[in-house]
Each structure stands twice: as C-alpha cells, then as structure tokens.
C-alpha cells in the first residue's frame, strides 16, 4: 500500500523559513515525479512544485525563487525548502506521487497523496 507522509509544517513569521519532506512508503517512487501542492482555507488546491525522476524541477510563478524542492531516493524522501514566507503561502501543504504523460502542474496528474501539513505564515 502506498503512503506518503508529509511534515515539517508549523507557525513561522513572514520572512522566515521551513522544510517539509514527504516520506514514501510502500514502492520505491525513484522513477517518479513527485509533487506539491497547497490548498488555503476556501480556495482550489494549487500546484506549487514538482521534481522528475531526473531531478528537472517545476515551480508555480508565485514560489519561484523561493521555494526549492529536492529528493533523496535512497530515503525514498521529497523535501520542499520554503524561504521568504509571506502570509500568502498559508495553506495545508499536500505531497504527491505523479501518473502517466500528463503536466506536472495539475492536479488530476497525480494518483497518490499525503494527509497535508499546516503552513501558517503570520504577518
């Protein structure tokens, strides 16, 4: 059974930094494209980064330059280094194993999630 746990969400002040990783379970995903998404309080779950097998990386213009996201497979590990948080990054950040030949960037691209990690940026 596939599992992916996501952690490392917390309360930080706007300007300040945070690493979530998303541990896999249950297959080794080193031939996959990872991915996180982010879904804040009455608005649609977004896209916000994504990792190939490769290691060729995608970001949602609003994170791009501060948001890096990498992957250890050894760990079978996806990590998301978040800097320069702003209020508007407050969201539950969801990680997800990606499916098939699809873009990257939606969300019906990805068959397998996380539970999600809170993110709350304070002003």
């Known amino acids: 059974q596939v599992q992916l746990e996501e952690s490392g969400g917390g309360l930080v002040q706007a300007g300040g930094s945070l690493r979530l990783s998303c541990a896999a379970s249950g297959r080794t995903f080193s031939s996959y494209t990872m991915g996180w998404f982010r879904q804040a309080p009455g608005k649609e779950r977004e896209f916000v980064a994504a990792i190939s097998w490769s290691t060729s990386t995608y970001y949602a213009d609003s994170v791009k330059g501060r948001f890096t996201i990498s992957r250890d497979n050894a760990k079978n590990t996806v990590y998301l280094q978040m800097n320069s948080l702003k209020p508007e990054d407050t969201a539950v950040y969801y990680c997800?194993?990606?499916?098939?030949?699809?873009?990257?960037?939606?969300?019906?691209?990805?068959?397998?999630w996380g539970q999600g990690t809170q993110v709350t940026v304070s002003s």
């Open positions: 997800a194993v990606k499916g098939g030949s699809t873009r990257v960037t939606l969300e019906q691209s990805y068959n397998y």
